[in-house]
């Protein structure tokens, strides 16, 4: 059980998890490009030592491995497991009451403790140009947080328990803010915070905001938990830290007694300024957008304080090992939510929030001889309308039906679908609708579409193991190649406008139709670099569903409208980049060929690589 950041590091140290860096390390990128290469390496969580242009430390790669992260909270995992277990199924407690007095008592002893006396991060009054500015990627719009702990309280209910504790990207430096005195807040309105300050506008009356960055690694896993209702974050940290979240007030600030770094200040209603760019976890760049804007009232740092950070890019990345530690932790959660769920997938190489996978139930009618989706449609609406899934834009979904099923055996999955889904029949369209922030495929911010595919019953057919010939004799779309059963990858021009596209697409669906029947390729992806998109299942998946808006960018063969209901004899998805998406992150060549220093050997990283 960790009392602070700097407990935690002397552990990992210890049982050599980390590797200290004694030369000095540019923030201007050099630091984000070390730490993707150690990433990438499976390698260790890094303790930087000497910051350029900060009298700060700062760590990253905490979170880099599952196992490291089970390592951090072997202590506590089990009690914080059976607190969410508890509070999804109560009923649990009834039923064995003894077994789970234990549970209970855990769930107690984390309830926040407000202390008096001095705290230890006002140990120091800093400012904003102190601390370590790291900016991650060559286009971003200035040095970001990218493990901070958001704390905001409900103006309506004042007080720690109707506290909202949440992960939203901080920009420190750029774009219109004035050096010290103000950052930019990125935050959806549903989120927690947004809605505490939608109260306070109401009211006519700023927010006051604390900004927690580091503490026990309990506290920023906390500020990403999708908790079960009636548990606070503030109790889950304390539950999984093994201490109770300690905390006090400073001029109407909630200060944490544990973080290392505290940014105290108040958004005014209706302030905004542009944020961003930020390269971001779908792969790309998220664009310069008006968001709320942080009057910095002071800043506070314990002694000898560590600033955490990681960095975000297409994945997998550190934050990758956050979803994995989510799903191990909330376990049966989204069964408990939506009833007739059995698994829910966000697929991590397709930036998370795109594609879902989900096995459910087909109850409705157990007398038919006849098995099509009927249940499942009704689950994949409740799970379209819950939480985080709701900003998905394609959907799979089936239940099992002769042999089990699993949404992480991602080619056997969809393999299953695509050889049992009818596509005049099984495909599912929600237009004009909200998606990710964060994605740009779509017709503006937040705006675009939704898709199902929804399958169940018997096998209709057998799926193509290679490449059919009618796919490698169409003029203007080349290079085909198989991605997996069923799914093959063809390149065609670079995309320019939706009507060149639709006479593009048009014309390649009558080349097939008049070939004859292609049953055994129900999918198609026409994209810039079909060589590119079949090499690995990983960029099948992250270039056809980040760069691809449903209703914009599917067509068919064949395709028809019956009484509105559209649907096909062979799914084309346009995957190619439009001029409107935002652009993917590269690293900067200069920075890469500066960093090999580190890795050479003899040096501290060295033989990493």
Request: charged share 20%.
């Given at each position: 059980m960790y009392r602070s950041l700097e407990h935690c590091i002397t552990d990992l140290e210890k049982h050599g998890h980390l590797v200290r860096i004694r030369e000095e390390v540019d923030?201007?990128?050099?630091?984000?490009?070390?730490?993707?290469?150690?990433?990438?390496?499976?390698?260790?969580?890094?303790?930087?030592?000497?910051?350029?242009?900060?009298?700060?430390?700062?760590?990253?790669?905490?979170?880099?491995?599952?196992?490291r992260s089970k390592f951090i909270f072997r202590q506590t995992w089990e009690a914080a497991q059976n607190v969410i277990a508890l509070r999804n199924d109560p009923m649990q407690a009834l039923r064995n009451p003894f077994k789970h007095v234990g549970t209970g008592m855990a769930a107690w002893k984390a309830l926040p403790a407000k202390r008096s006396g001095k705290a230890p991060v006002?140990?120091?009054?800093?400012?904003?140009?102190?601390?370590?500015?790291?900016?991650h990627w060559p286009m971003d719009g200035g040095?970001?947080?990218?493990?901070?702990?958001?704390?905001?309280?409900?103006?309506?209910?004042?007080?720690?328990?109707?506290?909202?504790?949440?992960?939203?990207?901080v920009q420190l430096t750029g774009n219109d803010y004035m050096t010290d005195r103000e950052i930019g807040l990125h935050y959806q309105i549903h989120r927690g915070i947004g809605v505490h300050q939608e109260k306070a506008a109401r009211k006519g009356e700023p927010l006051k905001v604390s900004i927690f960055v580091g503490g026990p690694p309990a506290h920023t896993l906390s500020a990403v938990m999708p908790l079960p209702e009636g548990l606070s974050e503030m109790t889950f940290a304390g539950l999984l830290a093994g201490?109770?979240?300690?905390?006090?007030?400073?001029?109407?600030?909630?200060?944490?007694?544990?973080?290392?770094?505290?940014?105290?200040?108040?958004?005014?209603?209706?302030e905004t300024k542009p944020e961003g760019p930020f390269g971001d976890h779908l792969g790309y760049y998220s664009l310069t957008h008006e968001f709320p804007v942080m009057r910095v009232h002071k800043v506070y740092a314990r002694q000898n304080a560590i600033w955490p950070f990681t960095v975000v890019g297409r994945p997998p990345q550190e934050d990758t090992s956050?979803?994995?530690?989510?799903?191990?932790?909330?376990?049966?959660?989204?069964k408990q939510e939506i009833p007739g769920v059995k698994e829910v997938h966000a697929v991590d190489a397709a930036g998370v929030h795109p594609l879902l996978f989900a096995i459910g139930s087909e109850r409705y009618t157990p007398y038919s001889p006849a098995k099509q989706p009927m249940e499942l449609l009704t689950i994949a609406n409740r799970i379209l309308g819950t939480g985080q899934l709701s900003l998905a834009k394609y959907l799979f979904i089936t239940a099992e039906n002769e042999r089990p099923l699993s949404t992480h055996d991602e080619v056997d999955f969809l393999t299953y679908i695509l050889e049992r889904i009818d596509l005049r029949r099984d495909i599912h369209f929600q237009t004009n609708t909200t998606i990710d922030t964060l994605d740009y495929s779509g017709t503006g911010l937040n705006s675009g579409s939704k898709v199902v595919f929804a399958a169940y019953g018997d096998?209709?057919?057998e799926l193509c193991k290679e490449v059919p010939d009618v796919l490698t004799s169409i003029r203007g779309f080349d290079n085909a190649r198989l991605v997996m059963p069923g799914i093959v990858s063809v390149q065609s021009a670079a995309f320019t406008d939706y009507a060149s596209a639709e006479q593009q697409m048009r014309g390649?669906?009558?080349?097939?139709?008049?070939?004859?029947?292609?049953s055994s390729c129900p999918i198609i992806i026409v994209c810039d670099d079909s060589t590119f998109v079949s090499e690995t299942l990983s960029n099948f998946f992250w270039a056809t569903f980040t760069r691809s808006n449903p209703s914009h960018d599917i067509y068919g063969v064949n395709s028809s409208y019956d009484f509105k209901h559209w649907g096909c004899d062979n799914v084309i998805i346009d995957a190619r980049v439009k001029p409107h998406q935002a652009p993917p992150l590269v690293a900067d060549p200069a920075v890469e060929k500066r960093i090999e220093r580190l890795f050479v050997k003899g040096a501290e990283l060295g033989g990493l690589l």
């Open positions: 923030p201007h990128l050099e630091m984000a490009a070390i730490h993707l290469k150690v990433y990438e390496a499976g390698g260790p969580a890094l303790l930087f030592e000497n910051v350029k242009g900060s009298r700060f430390r700062a760590v990253s790669n905490l979170f880099g491995t599952i196992e006002t140990a120091q009054e800093i400012q904003i140009s102190d601390l370590p500015l790291i900016k040095a970001f947080v990218t493990l901070p702990q958001v704390y905001s309280e409900d103006p309506a209910k004042p007080g720690i328990m109707n506290s909202n504790l949440g992960m939203y990207r201490r109770r979240f300690r905390y006090s007030y400073i001029d109407g600030y909630c200060i944490s007694h544990d973080a290392d770094f505290v940014i105290t200040g108040e958004i005014y209603p209706g956050f979803g994995e530690l989510i799903h191990e932790l909330t376990g049966d959660a989204v096998q209709k057919r390649f669906s009558e080349a097939l139709a008049a070939a004859g029947p292609l």
